[in-house]
């Protein structure tokens, strides 16, 4: 089996889609052996726990200033990585940014879930609601979630798959999340199954 780490850093309704997939039907060749969080006391901890999954909270180094901060994070989590013979990554709502060796070792086996059709509505700071304001604002008609692999930018990565859903004139980002949300659970899992 492929052992699946899966980071997060809030609710982590990706990774119970994730965790409900595999206990119904499985993860193709995977199943996922860690969590790691970079925030204390994230939802998404409790329901590793819940599940019986391995749960680590990795938090950055404030006293850094962001590139080294953002290194010295992605650093100890390829360490954690390694320890665990991870074989596959799966960013799931992991708002911190990855940079050095992790982007190398786990190239082609890292991805990453965002909550916009990208390229519109990516990059440093886009996450959440933000994006969804951001589709709304711009009059989009179509938005939508999009798993694309990890690269060294930010939602630059080759894009894997994309699910769209059309934007109702009744939407507020608080609906469309929602909306999004039910289909970036299936992305998710049909993303894993499709390359573990
Ligand atoms: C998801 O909508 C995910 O796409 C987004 O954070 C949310 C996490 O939800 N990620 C980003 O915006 C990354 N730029 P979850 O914790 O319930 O899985």
Redesign the pocket.
Known sequence: MKHILVL?S??????QALIDAERQSGLGNGTIAAVISDKPGAF?LERAKNAGIPAFTLLPDKSLPKRERRLELSNRILAKACELKIDFIVC??F?SILSGDIIAAYASRMIN???SLLPKFGGQG???EK?HRAALDAGERESG?TVHFVDAGA?TGQIILQRAIPVLSSDTPETLAERI?VQ?HAAIVEAVRNMV
């Open positions: 997060v809030g609710n982590g309704t990706n990774l998404a799931a709502g708002l879930i965002h909550p886009m996450y959440g994006v979630c939602d949300h970036e």
